[in-house]
């Protein structure tokens, strides 16, 4: 049974419009009753007018930008560009889409980091294999955000030993079949990795639903969580690819990895202690992709309006989503269902969220998700901020400040009065001037021209920033594991004799290579050539450290690159 959510609700103006009424809302009529002045800014197809040509950046447009337009310091995924946007004066929408692909970009792990964890599941199965358990064939099988793709630099690696009955690759070993049984070979194998110096120390959870190792790989320092026997994760991987690889390639991806980090920093993306994981938030996304009415009609181009989509999901589950009464489903085309009919109402918890298991009909994936109060609140926060930060921008182009004083008071919060052109002092009444132009009786003021707070319109801009940010501790971790990649510890405790070798790559990506001063690790590629490095396998020949000599591309250091069908 289909639940309408909008029902007795007021009617609201879609998302992707307030974008252009924000554009157009500078277009009222002056003073003297005369047509308002063509604007300069481009249209949504970015058509200049007749002759029109791209001002041309300052001096500090080469990357010496230490500050965005309001005095705010540039965040991390913006470091070293101008302006996003084209033309003086942009579409607002195509900015916001732009830095989402920006902010996906920087976030994405690297080569190095994918390779790396590549390793330590690699080194799990050496162990496992050196176990030489009786009758047994152990499997270290990875799901979770790796085998999607969609982790973050801080995510862990969730993976779960399958204890196969020897010789066979799916049925498992009637000796492991029990809870307990499980929860004994937990101990076991904790034991067995601090002895193979896996791990300095290992915490068995083995009273949990479905019980785990947590700990963190040595070399790598990278968080490990391993399960025994846990198949369902690994059905459920294969959904969320077939989702963001086939159902919606070019918008499911961005819009979750901007969803799992504004989690992530609050602490609200841990399933245990209340929080969202990556199934549910993929689900949440998929399901608003399918019953967006300008998608399924073909009126809306993913690809073009990632920005608006995020908003949209912050609107919809923060704002005007019915938890109490709906169920979401994604099966076929995706639907709406009673939550009650569907028997996933919880009377004593009748406010949580939940969302029917595509790979189990009975399974309700978010149950556990008991925070639901908190990140509901949160995601319409986060709303609200990106709107504050679109309008502050956009009166700050039209009026040179916003001319609301609380988006004032957000946008100049950090500034920094050294920073070009000091901002205008807050003041609980406007200068003449200024209300002369909020008044529409300012003749011979150009609006459309006035000048920036810091007066250079091609400093940088960002509206993500009013919502995420990436911790220093990230930063510096990131750094450290791509330093220990090229230092070749782990390689070394694998026997793996490798020279990384990305030109090739890079040649197919239409890159041409690195000058041979210039390291691998600050080589800077584009967004086309990262975004298609991120998508590749990587798998490496290994040869042991014994001195023989290595066959025609084995311990060469050759990258192999492999499609997905192969793997």
């Not at 162990?127 to 009758?135: S, T, V």
């Not at 949440?284 to 998608?295: D, E, G, T």
């Not at 298991?357 to 990140?375: F, H, L, S, W």
Request: charged share 20%; with cysteine.
């Amino acid at each position: 049974m289909a639940v309408d959510t909008q029902s007795q609700r007021p009617p609201v103006r879609v998302t992707e419009d307030y974008i252009k009424l924000a554009e157009s809302s500078s277009d009222e009529d002056n003073s003297s009753g005369a047509a308002p002045a063509a604007s300069s800014q481009p249209s949504a197809n970015n058509k200049r007018k007749a002759g029109g040509s791209d001002p041309q950046p300052s001096s500090e447009a080469n990357g010496a930008y230490q500050k965005c337009y309001s005095g705010q310091p540039v965040p991390p995924w913006l470091i070293g560009m101008r302006r996003i946007g084209s033309g003086e004066k942009p579409d607002i929408n195509d900015m916001v889409n732009e830095e989402v692909a920006k902010f996906v970009d920087y976030i994405s792990p690297t080569p190095e980091e994918h390779q790396m964890r590549s390793w330590v599941i690699e080194r799990m199965q050496r162990i496992l294999d050196n176990m030489k358990m009786i009758a047994v064939t152990p499997v270290a099988k990875c799901f979770g955000s790796f085998e999607t793709r969609l982790y973050l630099p801080s995510s862990d690696i969730d993976m779960t030993i399958m204890l196969y009955r020897q010789g066979s690759t799916s049925k498992i070993s009637p000796s492991y079949q029990t809870k307990e049984s499980i929860r004994r070979y937990l101990y076991t194998l904790a034991k067995e990795l601090k002895r193979a110096g896996f791990c300095r120390s290992c915490e068995v959870i083995a009273n949990a639903r479905v019980p785990i190792i947590k700990t963190h790989e040595m070399i790598t320092g990278i968080a490990v969580d391993i399960s025994i026997n846990a198949d369902s994760g690994v059905q459920s991987a294969a959904m969320q690819r077939s989702f963001s690889e086939t159902a919606y390639p070019h918008s499911l991806r961005a819009v979750v990895l901007v969803i799992k980090q504004f989690l992530a920093q609050r602490s609200m993306n841990e399933v245990f202690t209340g929080g969202m994981g990556s199934y549910a938030i993929t689900l949440l996304v998929v399901s608003m992709l399918q019953m967006h009415p300008r998608i399924m009609s073909g009126g809306l181009d993913i690809a073009k309006n990632l920005g608006v989509l995020l908003i949209e999901f912050f609107e919809l589950y923060g704002k005007r989503f019915n938890y109490d009464a709906v169920c979401i489903s994604v099966r076929g085309k995706g639907q709406y269902l009673n939550k009650r009919s569907k028997g996933f109402l919880n009377l004593t918890q009748p406010y949580l969220l939940s969302i029917e298991d595509p790979c189990d009909e009975a399974n309700d994936v978010t149950k556990g998700t008991y925070g639901i109060n908190r990140i509901k609140q949160t995601f319409g926060g986060a709303y609200d901020l990106l709107n504050n930060s679109i309008f502050a921008y956009h009166q700050t182009r039209k009026f040179g400040e916003p001319i609301n004083d609380n988006l004032k008071r957000q946008a100049v919060a950090t500034s920094d009065s050294n920073y070009g052109q000091a901002p205008s002092p807050l003041s609980a009444k406007p200068s003449k001037k200024r209300q002369k132009t909020l008044d529409g009786k300012a003749k011979g003021v150009d609006k459309h021209n006035a000048p920036l707070f810091n007066n250079d319109p091609w400093a940088p801009v960002s509206f993500l920033s009013s919502i995420l940010t990436v911790d220093r501790r990230v930063i510096e971790s990131r750094a450290k594991l791509v330093s220990t990649f090229y230092q070749g510890t782990l390689q070394k405790a694998l026997g793996v004799q490798y020279q990384p070798q990305l030109t090739n790559l890079l040649k197919e990506a239409g890159i041409p290579p690195a000058p041979a001063a210039a390291s691998p690790v600050t080589a800077k590629t584009s967004d086309s050539a990262q975004a298609q490095i991120n998508k590749m396998d990587f798998k490496f020949s290994a040869a042991s450290g014994s001195g023989q000599k290595n066959a025609p591309g084995v311990g060469s250091g050759e990258v192999v690159v492999i499609s997905d069908d192969d793997c």
